[in-house]
C-alpha cells in the first residue's frame, strides 16, 4: 500500500464520533496522518468541525450512513483514493425508546440499517485498505450485554457490534489488525434527551472521558473499553444473571425513563 495514511470515522458531526475525530487529531500517534475522513449526514456540522482540526486534516464527507447510497459513496471514494486506513472508528448510531410493539418501522428499519447494516458494510469495505498496525474501533453500548425491554432493538444491535468486534478481532489477528469494542455506560451526549428518555441521567461519562479511554486502550490493544466501574459491572453481571432476570431489571429502569410519547429516536452519532 502506498497511499495517503488516514483515518475515518463514522457520526463525526456531533457525541462520540466528533470527541474521536478531535482525539485523533491531537494524538501523536497519529502525527502522521494526512487526512481525517468526517462521515455524517450534517453537511455544515462537519465543515466547521473540519475547519477546527489542526493541519487541515479534516475531510467532510456528507453521507445518509443509514442508505445503501451513504455507505457506498463513502466506499467509492476509498476505492478511488487508494487510501492507508490506520484508523476507523464505526460511532455513528441510532436509538429508539419505547414498546417496541408502538415504533415506526421506517424509523426502525433505519436504525438497523445505520447500527448494523452501515457499520459491518463499511468495516467490510475498508479492510482491503488495512495493514500491519491498523485499528478498529466499534462503539457499541453497556447495553449491548443486556437484553433490553423498551429498549430492545437499540441494545440488540450493539449485542450484534459486540459479537462482531469480538469475531473479527481473531479473524484479523494474523494480520496485525487490531479490533476494540467501545462498550460505554451512560454518556452526556444529545442521545437520550432526543431518544425520548425522562429526566436526567444519573452517573453519565462525558464524551471525552469515554473516547480518551478507548483511544488508549485500542492503542493497548484491548479487546473492550468499558469507560468505567459501571459499565464493566453490566458486563459482569451479564455473564453472572440468567437472561430472563436480566431483562426483568432492564425492563424496569427502561420503563421509568421512557416519556410519554414512545418510538423516538436519537442520533447523536451520525446525525
Known sequence: MTGRSIAVVTGASSGLGEVFARAIAAHP?????????????????????????????????????????????????VREQRPVVR??????????????????????????????????????????????????????SAAGYVPSPYFAAYAASKSFVISLAHALREELRSRGIEVCAVCP????????????????????????????????????GRAVSHDGAASALVALV????????????AGRRNVRRSAPRSGTSGEPDGA
Open 238 to 249: 451479564a455473564r453472572a444473571l440468567p437472561r430472563r432476570t436480566l431483562a426483568w431489571l
Open 87 to 140: 484508523m476507523f472508528v464505526a460511532s455513528a448510531g441510532v436509538g429508539h425508546l419505547g414498546p417496541f410493539a408502538d415504533q415506526d418501522a421506517e424509523s426502525l428499519a433505519r436504525m438497523l440499517d445505520l447500527n448494523i447494516r452501515a457499520l459491518s458494510l463499511l468495516t467490510h469495505g475498508l479492510l482491503p485498505s488495512m495493514s500491519r498496525g491498523s485499528r478498529i474501533v466499534l462503539v457499541a
Open 29 to 77: 500517534a497519529f502525527a502522521d496522518l494526512a487526512q481525517i475522513w468526517l462521515i455524517a449526514r450534517r453537511e455544515r456540522r462537519l465543515d466547521a468541525i473540519a475547519r477546527e482540526l489542526p493541519r487541515e486534516l479534516g475531510v467532510p464527507i456528507a453521507a445518509d450512513l443509514a442508505t445503501p447510497a451513504g455507505v457506498e459513496a463513502v466506499l467509492a471514494r
Open 185 to 220: 455506560g451512560p454518556v452526556a451526549t444529545e442521545f437520550f434527551a432526543v431518544a425520548g428518555m425522562r429526566g436526567p441521567i444519573s452517573a453519565a461519562a462525558t464524551p471525552e472521558q469515554v473516547v480518551a479511554l478507548a483511544l488508549r486502550d485500542a492503542l493497548a
